[in-house]
């Protein structure tokens, strides 16, 4: 069986595959592209976000925690960070939501005291959002 059989019987020419392949390789350099145009807009457009890290914490008592944490406020819109305290078994014993003021400015120190159920023994920010 020869080649221009197979392509007779078939009709699979050689003109039609190199068709085919143009059109494949097209709609895959298009996917391509548009996939790096998305990753481009969603990492260089996203918009800024509030942030915070704890700077230190005190454990006053068996039911008190004192937190200092240090907010990053780029967007200078009023926000909302979590702060929980947890134990040495890693439950939680202790959550606050501290607001935090856009009149803060764009970093900000802020000290608070968290009521706790158990011997907290680390802080940690649970996470920040916008109002």
């Known amino acids: 069986m020869t080649t221009d059989y197979l392509a007779n019987r078939y009709g699979k020419t050689q003109a039609k595959a190199r068709k ?3 059109l494949w390789v ?7 592209i548009a996939f790096f145009t998305w990753s481009i807009a969603v990492n260089f457009a996203a918009p800024a976000a509030i ?3 704890v700077e ?3 454990v006053t008592g068996q039911s008190q925690t004192k937190v200092t944490i240090q907010v990053t406020n780029p967007t200078g819109n009023d926000g ?5 305290i947890l134990n040495k078994g890693f439950t939680v014993v202790g959550y606050k939501e ?3 003021s856009a ?3 764009k970093a900000a120190s802020l000290e608070t005291s968290i009521n706790t159920t158990d011997l907290g023994v680390s802080a940690s920010i649970s996470s920040c959002w916008l109002k």
């Open 98 to 100: 501290l607001a935090i």
């Open 26 to 32: 097209s709609v895959g350099s298009l996917l391509v």
């Open 51 to 53: 942030t915070a890290v």
């Open 20 to 22: 085919q392949r143009v």
């Open 103 to 105: 009149k803060l400015g």
């Open 80 to 84: 909302i960070c979590a702060v929980k």
């Open 56 to 58: 230190n914490f005190d």
